[in-house]
């Protein structure tokens, strides 16, 4: 089934434990995205790639890191989590980065950090 | 830095009402313009999205947005809302990156 994957559904994670958040696309889209969710924010990105071995920051990068090593694949990883990364974390990718493309969404994964 | 605003945080409606769900973003330039649903338990959907061209857009499950340039909003409206549209409806702007709003929850009873 093309779309996004991603994995764990929900993780409870005690503070300070190392944590990485898997994405797959299936629809050989170039660029792909990690947002986080919190209650009137509304989404915020995370970081970024535009293609298949870069990466970039988004508007809340501190804490987390992620890689591109092939176009299939973008984990996010919590190096050392804290309690105030609890929160939903949603994967997105679009078939070319830039303003006119549409990006579609994974399924979120619910992660708690106590 | 851009912006977006939804002015509606939690609106309840009953069944066969209209809703119309306000939403302003900051920049000036060219921008495209997108609302998102995100229903009960699920992931991010696109409703509709503006690029250029009419600014009436429609959407799936019979949403509409209207793009106003000269007041920077894009509104989205439904003539009569059904139970099932209760989700959380987002705003977004992309002007190389996704700039989402707050996002509005809608509540209809039956």
């Known amino acids: 089934i093309a779309g996004i994957t991603q994995a764990p559904t929900s993780q409870i994670l005690a503070a300070g434990r190392r944590m990485t958040l898997r994405c797959t696309q299936d629809m050989r889209h170039n660029a792909m995205y990690w947002y986080r969710q919190d209650l009137g924010l509304g989404l915020r990105l995370i970081h970024y790639?535009?293609?298949?071995?870069?990466?970039g920051k988004g508007e809340v990068p501190d804490g987390y890191s992620v890689s591109r090593a092939n176009t299939d694949d973008f984990p996010l990883t919590l190096a050392s989590a804290v309690p105030s990364q609890t929160s939903v974390y949603f994967c997105?990718?679009?078939?070319?980065?830039?303003?006119?493309?549409?990006?579609?969404f994974g399924p979120g994964t619910r992660l708690t950090v106590l | 830095a851009q912006s977006v605003s939804q002015h509606n945080h939690h609106v309840i409606l009953s069944e066969a009402a209209s809703l119309e769900l306000g939403c302003n973003y900051s920049y000036g330039g060219t921008v495209n313009l997108f609302w998102y649903v995100q229903y009960p338990g699920q992931h991010l959907q696109l409703l509709l999205k503006?690029?250029?061209?009419?600014?009436l857009v429609k959407g799936i499950k019979g949403f509409e947005a209207e793009f106003i340039k000269s007041k920077f909003s894009f509104n989205l409206r439904k003539p009569s809302v059904q139970w099932s549209d209760t989700a959380e409806y987002f705003c977004a702007v992309n002007q190389g990156k996704l700039i989402f709003g707050q996002g509005t929850t809608l509540q209809v009873k039956p």
């Open positions: 503006y690029f250029s061209g009419d600014p």
């Open positions: 997105a990718s679009s078939l070319l980065a830039g303003q006119g493309n549409e990006q579609f």
């Open positions: 790639s535009n293609t298949a071995g870069t990466t």
